[in-house]
């Protein structure tokens, strides 16, 4: 079956402007998380969506940085104003949640959107 | 907090040698351990996992035991091959808000050599 897909691929934005980053989960999915990983680092979490909801967005950077969700589908990162330090990829995960309300704990990634801010 | 340390890289190998990738982490509670792999152009995969102590995670010909006296979970390889060039990320997770947060090390990079 389908994956997480996410678009685009590649951005090359200037400072200042908005960006938004679209990911699309496996069907079904109603966990949903975006991380961040910098060049040459480990993945750093941004924010966790359960349906449509977000209960832990903790790992969001600054108020540049804000996420929706609807229809327990697809989720948007939009980063305002974006700086160079801003540069990075953005990947999606998704995962299944069990009958206890809780997220399962295999996440399944997308392919990121590489970030470039000139 | 919760954390994964793993060793750095690049790590540089020929085809059939012997792969030791080590990791170790620091968690209060139970947290289940996981090794994630990035191909080149590719998504993080799941590689394998392990859910309690003493358990060994498996696939494609690697394994990594879950080691709570140690606090590690080392990934190894009897005998890589090119196509396993790629870079690795431990992983674990730390519950709590009623999800599991994935938390990374900081990934390392294998290279193989024919």
């Known amino acids: ?118 | 907090g919760d954390s994964v340390t793993q060793m750095e890289g690049p790590v540089t190998l020929s085809e059939e040698a012997f792969l030791t990738i080590n990791c170790t982490y620091t968690a209060t509670g139970y947290p289940s351990l996981f090794w994630y792999v990035q191909y080149p152009g590719e998504g993080l995969q799941l590689l394998l996992k392990a859910t309690k102590a003493d358990d060994k995670g498996s696939n494609k010909g690697f394994e990594a035991t879950y080691r709570k006296e140690t606090t590690s979970f080392h990934l190894e390889k009897g005998s890589v091959q090119v196509s396993d060039s790629a870079v690795y990320f431990c992983a674990l997770t730390s519950f709590s808000g009623g999800y599991n947060k994935l938390i990374f090390g900081a990934g390392t990079r294998l290279a193989v050599h024919p």
């Open chain 1, 1 to 118: 079956g389908a994956g997480v897909s996410q678009s685009p691929s590649n951005k090359v934005t200037e400072k200042g402007k908005d960006v938004e980053l679209r990911c699309d989960p496996i069907s079904g999915h109603t966990a949903l998380y975006w991380y961040r990983q910098r060049l040459g680092q480990g993945l750093e979490f941004l924010i966790y969506f359960q349906g449509n909801s977000a209960p832990d967005k903790s790992g969001l950077p600054s108020d540049r940085f804000s996420a929706e969700r609807t229809g327990e589908s697809v989720s948007t990162l939009t980063i305002q104003r974006t700086q160079q330090e801003d540069s990075a990829v953005y990947l999606c995960a998704s995962s299944r949640t069990g009958t206890s309300g809780y997220a399962f704990d295999e996440q399944f990634f997308g392919p990121g959107t590489r970030l470039t801010v000139l």
